[in-house]
């Protein structure tokens, strides 16, 4: 009989089990997921032991989707339906975007209310909040395999730059998959947040983020535990990407006389997989006038041959360097912190391994940046660290506070299609104000709220966030009723706001919904075709796994007959080589029949018994052979009691 073990009731409560919860940097190009255990950031793998998993999906149908690097290898069979870099479009309307510039067919949704962007497919319209949902949900079980069980929340991480549109999306996108966000921070200040811990340095500094697909750049003040930034700027559509397009119709107009436009999508699609890898070999040349050269095959087998080397590729990209360094110049104007005052410059994303880039930010704040860190993981290591300390674990050794900002202005529209600023952008968050504002006509009974997002002052410069009204305001002249409009940012950098008419206490208010993003209905019926669609992925799995322990049976059997094969019959090596043939077809068509897999499985398994017995009885014989009894016991360990 077992005995029950008892604790003392203080004795529990002194332990009490850590809660799941990870960091998540959800990247244009790579994606990555950690978690703080036993006082370590730890990075989960998928099935091939990589940690970065490609921010890649490959749609083979409406609700089946592969993520990551087997979504990569599948890009040139279903091209079309291969999506990446969809974080440069999440939150984002069709008229934001140049659709030319995006290796898929673009769309508006057809609901007139929306300006929502879509992605056209063979099997109909995605939206990217959906793609982003897809590649965490392949985060969240790569955790979850790891735990085995289910994660109780997340900080995600998003540019600085991102505006309250992109930051929705994003937290729409993890309620899709199942993820309870605990906090959406933003990446410069994760990075600062995990450079900050592990050095423990105190000081001023900036963190250059550049990503695939955004750019952001943050001054940061680190003192005892207080990570308080001090500006934000950046780009949210200037990345790798963007060097790689250069590229692109730098090869084509220069030598061919061929418009970047004028390219097929899938044309389109390989030649940018070309630049990119032809982009990264440049960093490791020491000379910068060694060409590197490379071909390429369109999709109507014509053949051409293009030239690179860093001193043309530092000419091209010109133009987007000198972007990169005008918000520098200006985020540092906004810090009032002078550059001599600086400690140190932190870069952060895997472009910043560019020579080029790394030269410009060296030239501008005249010093070597920091290349010692990871440039791909430093984020999500702050993300998971936040997490951490969020949910109550305190696995680490320090407490500290983060004290963010907001990157962009928030106003109203006021009449002839002015902006009034109701909180400035670089403004701690989470951040509260109000403002009066009046009627304009007499007899007005009702005031549109129109909010918007953005530095200028013309309605038609800035974003649109959302738009309600306020009625029940009492008919009195111009300029005489009061209506109070409050606007709320909280630590997520998401915005509500309440307008209250002063004398008769009517109150309207609305948690900012962009147009261009998606309806709780909405989000809600996705959660729902996940959860339809479960049984479908659970047998997708399941032949996946078959074929996988096919593979490795097929592997193992080889190398048998390689070492062992004499010692088996004729008629016995024929049946064994002709179900491997049978086995490689199989693989080779990435059959789904998962009863035909097990089938041949089988078969190959009963008829390499007989090798794996003989295989073992020879074994056996050549370490017994010529020796005693007693010397065989002599050397077997004996069982301990």
């Not at 084509?252 to 004028?262: A, M, P, T, V």
């Not at 179900?579 to 693989?587: D, R, V, Y």
């Not at 097990?598 to 020796?627: F, T």
Request: charged residues 25%; glycine residues 8%.
């Amino acid at each position: 009989m077992s005995l029950l073990q008892i604790s003392e009731p203080d004795e529990i409560n002194s332990k009490p089990k850590l809660k799941c919860v990870v960091g998540i940097d959800l990247g244009t190009t790579n994606s990555l997921i950690g978690s703080l255990v036993d006082g370590k950031v730890i990075f989960f793998p998928d099935d091939d032991g990589n940690l970065l998993i490609p921010s890649v999906v490959n749609y083979s149908s409406q609700n089946s989707c592969r993520v990551g690097s087997s979504a990569q290898t599948g890009k040139m069979n279903h091209s079309s339906a291969t999506i990446s870099s969809v974080k440069r479009l999440i939150g984002k309307g069709i008229g934001d975007v140049n659709v030319k510039d995006y290796p898929y067919h673009l769309s508006k949704n057809s609901d007139k209310e929306k300006n929502e962007l879509l992605i056209q497919t063979p099997f109909g319209s995605i939206s990217p909040i959906k793609v982003s949902a897809d590649i965490l949900v392949c985060l969240r079980k790569k955790a979850e395999k790891y735990f085995q069980q289910s994660i109780d929340g997340a900080v995600i991480t998003v540019p600085a730059y991102f505006d309250d549109g992109q930051r929705q999306a994003t937290k729409d996108a993890a309620r899709i998959a199942g993820i309870d966000v605990l906090r959406l921070i933003n990446e410069p200040t994760a990075a600062a947040l995990a450079y900050g811990l592990e050095t423990k340095k105190k000081g001023i500094f900036v963190i250059f983020d550049m990503g695939g697909g955004t750019f952001d750049v943050s001054v940061l003040r680190l003192s005892g535990g207080l990570f308080e930034v001090l500006a934000t700027g950046g780009d949210s559509s200037l990345g790798g990407d963007d060097f790689d397009k250069l590229i692109v119709k730098y090869w084509l107009e220069k030598n061919y006389d061929i418009g970047y436009e004028s390219l097929k999508i899938e044309d389109l699609k390989s030649i940018l997989i070309l630049a990119r890898e032809t982009k990264e070999r440049l960093s490791n040349l020491t000379n910068e006038e060694d060409l590197l050269s490379v071909k390429w095959k369109n999709s109507n087998n014509e053949n051409f041959s293009f030239n690179l080397n860093e001193s043309i590729f530092k000419k091209i990209s010109a133009k987007l360097l000198n972007k990169a360094v005008s918000a520098c110049k200006k985020t540092l104007l906004d810090s009032k912190i002078e550059n001599v005052l600086i400690d140190d410059v932190i870069l952060v994303g895997g472009t910043t391994r560019l020579k080029v880039l790394r030269e410009a930010v060296r030239d501008l704040f005249n010093r070597q940046p920091r290349i010692d860190i990871n440039p791909d993981e430093v984020v999500a290591v702050g993300a998971a660290l936040q997490a951490d300390l969020l949910s109550g674990n305190k696995s680490h050794e320090s407490d500290w506070l983060l004290l963010d900002v907001l990157p962009l202005s928030l106003g109203i529209e006021t009449m002839g299609g002015l902006v009034e600023k109701v909180i400035d952008r670089n403004s701690s968050i989470p951040a509260s104000k109000a403002q009066e504002f009046t009627t304009f006509k007499d007899g007005q009974t009702s005031m549109s709220i129109h909010i918007l997002q953005g530095e200028r002052d013309l309605v038609s410069e800035c974003r649109s966030l959302a738009k309600f009204e306020i009625a029940g305001i009492p008919p009195k002249p111009a300029g005489i009723a009061r209506v109070e409009v409050s606007f709320q940012v909280d630590a997520d950098g998401l915005l509500s706001v309440t307008a209250v008419e002063q004398t008769t206490g009517t109150t309207a208010s609305i948690d900012v919904k962009p147009s261009y993003g998606i309806s709780d209905e909405e989000v809600t019926k996705m959660i729902q075709d996940g959860v339809s669609n479960a049984y479908h992925d659970k047998d997708a799995r399941a032949i996946r796994e078959a074929m996988l322990e096919l593979k490795r049976n097929v592997i193992a059997v080889e190398e048998a007959l390689v070492k062992d094969g004499n010692l088996l019959s004729t008629e016995e090596y024929e049946k064994i080589s002709s179900t491997m043939m049978q086995a490689k077809g199989l693989i080779k068509s990435s059959s789904e029949d998962r009863e035909l897999i097990g089938n041949v499985h089988e078969k190959l398994n009963s008829y390499s018994d007989p090798l794996v017995e003989r295989r073992m009885n020879r074994a056996i014989e050549s370490a017994i052979v010529g020796k005693t009894i007693d010397s065989v016991e002599k050397t077997t360990p004996s069982k301990k009691n």
